[in-house]
């Protein structure tokens, strides 16, 4: 089966601590995608890989780090400088950026 | 401002009634999704389209370039279709999409 993955479903930390998010595909697609989904707004743009070892920043990008080592892994790391960490995190995947995009089932963060 | 507007923000259904969601957008676009989420978070995509009319199942998508507008139609709607319903658009260049608030829609038995 073809899909996306993202784990934790439901993630704790304290203020402070750096925290990874994973997501993984096995759709052997190119070009992947961090959003944030916070109530009330629609899904805003955190970083985008369009190819293995390249990522670029995107819309609200501070705060947060990315690595794109493997074609099918993209985890995101929420470090201590973001300000406002607590939110439902979106991982997605397309065969390139002009394509549809298929989402993971996502994780929400919550930081105290 | 939101480059992409849809209303209803809200709505509320009894079942078999006939759904329309709407979808404005003030950029130039390349395409136009229509997304569904579950209460568990959950993203699917229904349609993606750049022109006309797409249909699945009891889904309608259609889309009208000039006016920059998009509705999403559900017929015989059903309590397994309430969710929250997504506009996105995907800029012309092809390299920025942009997220509507949603449509949060429920049906009642």
């Known amino acids: 089966d073809g899909g996306i993955t993202q784990s934790p479903k439901y993630l704790f930390r304290k203020e402070g601590q750096n925290v990874t998010l994973s997501c993984e595909q096995n759709l052997n697609h190119d070009a992947m995608y961090w959003y944030r989904q916070d109530p009330g707004q629609g899904l805003r743009l955190i970083y985008y890989?369009?190819?293995?070892?390249?990522?670029q920043k995107g819309d609200i990008a501070e705060g947060y780090s990315v690595s794109r080592e493997k074609k099918e892994s993209f985890p995101l790391t929420v470090t201590s400088a973001q300000k406002n960490p607590t939110a439902f995190y979106l991982c997605?995947?397309?065969?390139?950026?002009?394509?549809?995009?298929?989402f993971g089932p996502g994780t929400r963060l919550t930081v105290t | 401002k939101n480059e992409v507007e849809q209303s209803p923000q809200n709505l509320t259904a009894q079942e078999g009634e006939f759904i329309t969601i709407n979808c404005s957008y003030s950029v130039g676009i390349s395409a136009l999704h229509w997304l569904q989420q579950h209460p568990g978070g959950g993203i699917v995509s229904l349609f993606m389209?750049?022109?006309g009319k797409k249909k699945h199942g009891r889904l309608i998508a259609t889309i009208n370039i000039q006016e920059k507008h998009s509705s999403l139609h559900i017929t015989a709607s059903h309590p397994r279709d309430s969710a929250v319903y997504i506009c996105?658009?995907?800029?012309?260049?092809?390299?920025?999409?942009?997220f509507g608030t949603g449509t949060s829609l429920t049906v009642i038995p």
């Open positions: 389209l750049s022109s």
């Open positions: 997605a995947s397309s065969k390139d950026r002009a394509y549809e995009q298929y």
């Open positions: 890989s369009q190819i293995v070892n390249d990522f």
């Open positions: 996105a658009v995907r800029s012309l260049a092809g390299n920025q999409f942009y």
